[in-house]
T-cell receptor
Framework: AQSVTQLGSHVSVSEGALVLLRCNYS??????LFWYVQYPNQGLQLLLK??????LVKGINGFEAEFKKSETSFHLTKPSAHMSDAAEYFC???????????FGKGNQVVVIP | NAGVTQTPKFQVLKTGQSMTLQCAQD?????MSWYRQDPGMGLRLIHY???????DQGEVPNGYNVSRSTTEDFPLRLLSAAPSQTSVYFC???????????FGDGTRLSIL
């Protein structure tokens, strides 16, 4: 069963426009949540994480995400896209009591000048 | 600190050959894992380890073996390579399974 859903494999955004990447998880218990970024020919880098506490999480490079338990969502946003944001973004979860990190299928972000 | 080091970076194999992908970390992390990345599939967990001497299967373990004799090293063995194992392989490590994982730069493997 797919634990993490990311819709839209490719996302195009104009430079300076809002970046919004959606992530939904399937669990009745709030999991640990992560967003990772992958630049071409590189490994994954952590953007931000949610474990407990404040539901609005700020990460690197101006990104932030909000955990909404009622919607089982952890959407990633950035107010103003920059050309350097072109990359692939992955949402990932660790379900309660499970040692395994499950990834969504990723969003390839293209920034249009 | 070198972080997570994977070798080789590229490899081409013939069907039926065996090989070992190496992964080493110098952060004293207990948790280590192997993923494969295929277009449109995200990353899928192959095997993981919560400490030296302890390993477990992930989502797609068939055709792969692992062992964890030391904290630092977590090699992945392909027993008899098949074209379906053509992929990019990533090793990752963290202090525990709940902590963010640090990823290596990947091994790009082609099976002919």
């Amino acid at each position: 069963a797919q634990s993490v859903t990311q819709l839209g494999s490719h996302v195009s955004v104009s430079e300076g426009a809002l970046v919004l990447l959606r992530c939904n998880y399937s669990s009745s218990v709030p999991p640990y949540l992560f967003w990772y970024v992958q630049y071409p020919n590189q490994g994954l880098q952590l953007l931000l994480k949610y474990t407990t506490g404040a539901t609005l999480v700020k990460g690197i490079n101006g990104f932030e995400a909000e955990f909404k338990k009622s919607e089982t969502s952890f959407h990633l946003t950035k107010p103003s896209a920059h050309m350097s944001d072109a990359a692939e973004y992955f949402c990932a979860v660790i379900l309660y009591g499970n040692n395994r990190l499950a990834f969504g299928k990723g969003n390839q972000v293209v920034v249009i000048p | 600190n070198a972080g997570v080091t994977q070798t080789p970076k590229f490899q081409v194999l013939k069907t039926g050959q065996s090989m070992t992908l190496q992964c080493a970390q110098d952060m004293n992390h207990e948790y280590m894992s192997w993923y494969r990345q295929d277009p449109g599939m995200g990353l899928r967990l192959i095997h993981y380890s919560v400490g030296a001497g302890i390993t477990d299967q992930g989502e797609v373990p068939n055709g792969y073996n692992v062992s964890r004799s030391t904290t630092e090293d977590f090699p992945l063995r392909l027993l008899s390579a098949a074209p379906s194992q053509t992929s990019v392989y990533f090793c990752a490590s963290s202090y525990s399974s709940e902590q963010p994982q640090h990823f290596g730069d990947g091994t790009r493997l082609s099976i002919l």
